[in-house]
């Protein structure tokens, strides 16, 4: 029942304390006060007593990481992070993921670190973005400095996703662009090629047509882009913007390639819009397009440029 064992939870703290103790010629047993304490801890837990199970498990951290078994000790520093989850005390439930991390990694398990910051960063998704992105963007660090590309694909598309929800159009694709050594280290030419469209649709969609044009010009440059459908649906993209026909548009944001991106990019393209038409209604000729256009001995610098010209 619960009252003996909340007797048993003490009787294992007192244990840990015993064997936490020096004395004449007695040197602590920190294996056995470790083991002790999370005995305690977990049974604390079981009676959810949380208050008393989160003390149990900080002591357990503690003293493992006096004996020296890091892997023990960040565990146990899981498990507060949970308590604090539970509670919903966010922050404190990354600091805690944060230093089981650290530990982790002082015992060399990067990876687990990495994961780590990952559970972090969904925890911080909606109340602190910015955070959530650090934290994504330090456990991509760890994955390509360890060379594990197979292992972080998905981390990838959870930072692009969470750049473009804040607006963060370069952040957006400088981590696109990190992504692409890893197609290369797992032969996916096909997924280097989505990506390359995933950012021309990126930079249309925040203005920059300019920075699209070329980025399409550098993949077009590379490998076997150039015969991709991912390639003739860039283009046709650029051409649609660069035409300002919204008809154009239309039919290519309708390609099916496009609901292969990233769902955050998908989402982009059927937002995409032109800047104004040019060629408006014809019965009704636009003083900036009379002449210019459709003229063809007129000169074709743009209307304002001559303008400017004329005023010296």
Request: glycine content about 4%; overall charge negative; aromatic content about 8%.
């Amino acid at each position: 029942n619960m009252t003996s064992k909340a007797l048993e939870a003490e009787k294992h703290l007192k244990a840990a304390q015993q064997a936490s103790k020096s004395g004449f010629l007695r040197k602590p047993d920190w294996d056995t006060a470790a083991s002790e304490y999370e005995k305690a801890a977990n049974l604390y837990q079981h009676l959810n007593q949380l208050e008393d199970a989160q003390k149990a498990w900080q002591l357990t951290a503690e003293t493992h990481t006096k004996a020296g078994n890091l892997f023990f000790a960040g565990r146990a520093t899981e498990a507060i992070a949970r308590i604090h989850s539970d509670k919903k005390n966010l922050d404190e439930a990354v600091a805690a993921l944060k230093r089981a991390g650290e530990l982790y990694f002082q015992d060399g398990k990067v990876e687990r670190q990495a994961e780590l910051y990952v559970k972090a960063s969904k925890l911080l998704t909606s109340q602190n973005p910015s955070q959530a992105i650090d934290l994504l963007s330090s456990a991509l660090a760890i994955y390509v400095e360890e060379g594990k590309w197979y292992l972080c694909q998905d981390t990838f598309r959870s930072l692009t996703a969470l750049c473009i929800k804040q607006e963060r159009w370069q952040d957006a694709v400088a981590n696109i662009r990190r992504s692409f050594p890893g197609f290369k280290d797992l032969e996916q030419p096909h997924n280097h090629h989505k990506a390359y469209l995933e950012i021309v649709v990126i930079q249309l969609y925040s203005g920059d047509f300019v920075a699209a044009t070329k980025t399409f010009e550098e993949a077009s440059a590379v490998g076997a882009f150039a015969m991709s459908d991912e390639a003739a649906a860039a283009s046709s993209l650029l051409q649609a913007m660069d035409g300002r026909d919204p008809e154009a548009l239309a039919t290519c944001t309708q390609k099916q390639i496009f609901t292969f991106l990233t769902t955050e990019v998908a989402r982009l393209v059927k937002k995409l819009k032109v800047v104004a038409p040019i060629h408006s209604d014809p019965s009704k000729p636009s003083t900036a397009t009379t002449g210019v256009r459709d003229d063809p001995m007129a000169p074709t610098a743009d209307l304002n440029e001559l303008n400017e010209l004329n005023l010296t």
